[in-house]
């Protein structure tokens, strides 16, 4: 998650009635580790002033690790009841929509666990570099792209937002990183697989990179009924 991505999304959090947020489930953590240390800005903005608060925030991923709190598979109808159990009112669900194939049956699950009037906090690349997790499908959807894959909710939000430079936008410090991504560039024979992956990522070194932001909201629909025809005179 880039720091102007986490800022963004924690202004949009912090800005409603916590009360319609929290409990917040937040989909594919990861652990707390890189949530407070290899991405400090997540638990800074979006995390922390939740527990100052003392609002529940339930940490979900497939995979178990320190700072999980709830593991499973989205595309478990069990997993999918024991979250319908939590009483959730919001979700947070940051860079995982390009890691999935199934993005259409996964949204719609998304949707299903959020309650009327309960909002989804969704972001996805938009100009990134293909980042394996462990496939990235390269899906940078707009705004509009986005919003489409869940018809059931009204957009709220919406935002590109800009990371700027990549090599600026992680916890390591810029010259730092280039450095160690020039030495990995130079070691081809070590991992190799990896060392591609490396050099795939390091092309956008220099370029600018962004994410896609919305914010959406269950609301209630209306229940039309079809009006009853006009009685005609006897």
Request: proline fraction near 8%; charge should be neutral.
């Amino acid at each position: 998650m880039l720091k102007s991505e986490a800022q963004w999304l924690g202004k949009m959090i912090y800005s409603l009635d916590e009360n319609t947020v929290f409990p917040l489930l937040n989909l594919g953590s990861s652990s707390e580790k890189f949530r407070e240390q290899e991405q400090p800005w997540i638990h800074e903005f979006l995390f922390k002033p939740a527990k100052i608060n003392g609002n529940l925030v339930i940490h979900a991923d497939l995979k178990q690790d320190t700072g999980i709190n709830l593991i499973g598979d989205l595309n478990d109808p069990q997993f999918l009841q024991t979250i319908s159990e939590l009483n959730i009112k919001s979700v947070i669900c940051s860079n995982l929509l390009e890691h999935i194939l199934n993005k259409a049956e996964i949204c719609q699950n998304i949707s299903s666990i959020i309650p009327v009037n309960g909002y989804l906090f969704l972001t996805v690349p938009y100009q990134f570099p293909l980042h394996l997790d462990p496939i990235d499908t390269l899906f940078r959807p707009n705004i509009e792209q986005l919003c489409e894959l869940f018809p059931d909710l009204e957009i709220v939000n919406a935002e590109i937002i800009s990371g700027g430079k990549l090599y600026k936008c992680t916890s390591i410090p810029p010259i730092l990183y280039v450095m160690l991504m020039i030495i990995r560039l130079l070691l081809p024979m070590y991992q190799p697989l990896r060392w591609l992956n490396s050099l795939r990522y390091s092309l956008w070194l220099f370029r600018n990179i962004s994410v896609t932001c919305v914010v959406l909201k269950k609301t209630e629909k209306p229940n039309l009924q079809t009006p009853s025809p006009p009685r005609m005179p006897g």
